[in-house]
T-cell receptor, first 108, second 112 residues
Framework: SQQGEEDPQALSIQEGENATMNCSYKTSINNLQWYRQNSGRGLVHLILIRSNEREKHSGRLRVTLDTSKKSSSLLITASRAADTASYFCLQGAQKLVFGQGTRLTINP | NAGVTQTPKFQVLKTGQSMTLQCAQDMNHEYMSWYRQDPGMGLRLIHYSVGAGITDQGEVPNGYNVSRSTTEDFPLRLLSAAPSQTSVYFC???????????FGPGTRLLVL
């Protein structure tokens, strides 16, 4: 299977703390994308990082990419209750596959 | 722009029935795809298309057919529904691949 792996599968933290989730993949990539899904709804694109980039920021989000280790991480800083969701990485060329996701819960 | 639209929003089928899930986009995107998401799980790729007239299989294509006669539409056909196909189905599109995917709201399918 081309599907990557994400860890942890679930993460529960206090509001204001930082959350880090990781994605590993198996094949060479052109880019890697991160998405958020709230309670089984549609997916929202968060950030895309290209294979020649090592780090990318968007607001409170920071994504890193290590192509030598075939892994990426998503850091959410100063978490809020609204960040409670599932987070997925997406990778591939034409056949785009998702990781299994990380369920993030932010406790007030 | 309506973006990516999916119909119906919810459907109940009996085992053995066939149906078509509709997906349309008005962004002139070349790449379209179908995913299924089982409860508490990630999304698995069923079929994808890189342009009109071109389709290919994803991770879990068995039991599903697709065609792409126009750039705008990418219907997913269930040939003979089975309870194992109970899932939420998401359609996505993008200008090309791999680029940012735009997702529809999903179709919730229950097969009894």
């Amino acid at each position: 299977s081309q599907q990557g792996e994400e860890d942890p599968q679930a993460l529960s933290i206090q509001e204001g703390e930082n959350a880090t989730m990781n994605c590993s993949y198996k094949t060479s990539i052109n880019n890697l994308q991160w998405y958020r899904q709230n309670s089984g709804r549609g997916l929202v694109h968060l950030i895309l990082i290209r294979s020649n980039e090592r780090e990318k920021h968007s607001g409170r989000l920071r994504v890193t990419l290590d192509t030598s280790k075939k892994s990426s991480s998503l850091l959410i800083t100063a978490s809020r209750a609204a960040d409670t969701a599932s987070y997925f990485c997406l990778q591939g060329a034409q056949k785009l596959v998702f990781g299994q996701g990380t369920r993030l819960t932010i406790n007030p | 722009n309506a973006g990516v639209t999916q119909t119906p929003k919810f459907q109940v089928l009996k085992t053995g029935q066939s149906m078509t899930l509709q997906c349309a986009q008005d962004m002139n995107h070349e790449y379209m795809s179908w995913y299924r998401q089982d409860p508490g799980m990630g999304l698995r790729l069923i079929h994808y298309s890189v342009g009109a007239g071109i389709t290919d299989q994803g991770e879990v294509p068995n039991g599903y057919n697709v065609s792409r006669s126009t750039t705008e539409d990418f219907p997913l056909r269930l040939l003979s529904a089975a309870p194992s196909q109970t899932s939420v189905y998401f359609c996505a599109s993008s200008p090309g691949s791999p680029e940012t995917q735009y997702f529809g709201p999903g179709t919730r399918l229950l097969v009894l």
